[in-house]
């Protein structure tokens, strides 16, 4: 961890403050003086009474050992108690170089910090674990990119930001003591219950594979791509953390990916699950020294650790399908009836999200019409399906209309779509936030159909999807 200063932001404009997550977190500001405000959010200001710091991480990135990483345009700002008694810490991104920079600006694009913002306030309204957005400092100040870029300062707070990568870097270049001390304090300050468990070390392991497991299961269920599942990404409290090119699926694809750099399809959607557990394991590997001293008993209680994540990753992915489905029981067969389903989406080149929430229309109703996404060759095998899943749902004796509405409260209306991410992008670039306020009060909602947001729920034309390359 060292010291840094924030490098300032010439004519910086608050163009985003979360009002809501501001109030949730007690942050105390002087809000009555908006300079004042804008000043600490960008890092024209130093934060009183705490010095900022960046930290030193490792990771495996696409597979990749890689040593040293880092915060290398991060800043942590502050730390405090919520309210509510919950740990939080404030971060700015894109607020000039560290010592971990390796050589790049410390900048992060005015695009992607609008993707960032608008990500992490999309996943936490569809209830996934996430870092939030606090605030979005523009600035005319131009970057170097592929292209040209203009720059921008996010401000983003969690309870914690440490990472997997955190315990690689401390396995890797530091002491059994280090590592032992930093699980500790993660321990202390997020699992307190596990303080005075007498192997403290693997019950909060356990935690860790499990949250990450019910993570993927969340993300699978939803469609959603991180892109760039690099170990140094990965939250110990299971959070979703990093947005780069990520992306909501809209057809439904199984080999579908996000990142444009990822050639091999290393991160496609069908892939995330296991690449959570390879992560899970490589965090094992680096805290191998707190489950025994012994390498063969620590290496057999590492083994037992990450058989978890299958339990816990299938059971919860199955538990969302099938409400996703409007099942409310488990039962043989369900299994297959998901895969058919999923397979006449992908055949029919099904929106993903509406395929699902258009589901619940049809619990009585003619398909035909209800289901206009697929295509004509499909209407026998997608009646066959719809006479099994009707089956299926009668033998569980359930109104309709309550299942339906039950449906209604999982499969999202509105999900965070790369063109309509890319809208508000363009009019961010115009120094307009009319576009970024309108989606993020349509993303605040998702299950709730709104009046005139038409627009908001449809696919990108045919042919349109974007897979969004490295813009960072
Ligand atoms: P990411 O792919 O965004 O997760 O970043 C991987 C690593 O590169 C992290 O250590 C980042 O801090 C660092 N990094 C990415 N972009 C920059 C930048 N413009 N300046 C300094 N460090 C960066
Ligand atoms: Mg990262």
Known sequence: ?????????????????????????????????????????????????????????????????????????????????????????????????????????????????????????????????????????????????????????????????????????????????????LADHVIEHHFPYLKNHPRRHAAWLAEVIDLTAALLAHWQTLGFCHGVLNTDNLSVLGLTLDYGPYGFMERFRPHHVCNASDTEGRYAYTAQPAVGRWNCARLLDACLGLLAPQPEAAREQAQALLARYDEVYSQEVMRRWRAKLGLRQARAGDADLLNRWLTLLQRGKADFTLAFRRLADVIQTDPAEALPFLPPGQDGA???????????????????????????????????????????????????????????????????????????????????ELAIGCMA
């Open 1 to 181: 961890m060292q010291p840094v200063a924030a490098l300032p932001l010439p004519d910086a404009q608050l163009l985003f403050l979360n009002t809501g997550l501001a109030n949730e977190i007690g942050l105390n500001l002087p809000w009555e003086d908006r300079l004042a405000v804008l000043h600490l959010l960008s890092g024209n200001a130093a934060w009183p009474g705490q010095s900022a710091t960046a930290s030193a991480y490792a990771g495996h990135q696409f597979g990749n050992w890689v040593p040293r990483l880092g915060d290398g345009r991060v800043l942590t700002l502050a730390e405090w108690l919520a309210p509510d008694g919950s740990p939080v810490e404030l971060q700015l991104k894109g607020a000039g170089p560290t010592p971990y920079a390796r050589g790049s600006d410390g900048r992060a694009t005015l695009a992607s910090s609008v993707r960032e913002l608008l990500a992490c306030e999309a996943l936490h309204a569809l209830s996934v674990p996430t870092t939030r957005a606090l605030s979005l400092a523009v600035s005319p100040l131009v970057i170097q990119r592929d292209d040209l870029q203009t720059a921008g300062v996010l401000s983003r707070t969690a309870p914690c930001f440490v990472r997997f990568g955190h315990f690689e870097f401390h396995a890797h270049h530091g002491t059994p003591q280090q590592l032992a001390a």
């Open 382 to 464: 997608l009646r066959d399906w719809l006479h099994d899943w009707r089956t299926r749902l009668a033998g569980e004796g359930c109104q309709p209309a309550e299942r339906a509405a039950a449906m209604r409260r999982v499969n999202p209306c509105y999900v965070l779509r790369n063109h309509l991410a890319h809208a508000a992008i363009e009019d961010a670039q115009r120094g307009s936030s009319t576009e970024l306020h309108s989606l993020l009060a349509i993303l605040a909602r998702p299950f709730d159909e709104q009046a005139g947001a038409e627009r908001y729920a449809a696919p990108q034309a045919e042919g349109g």
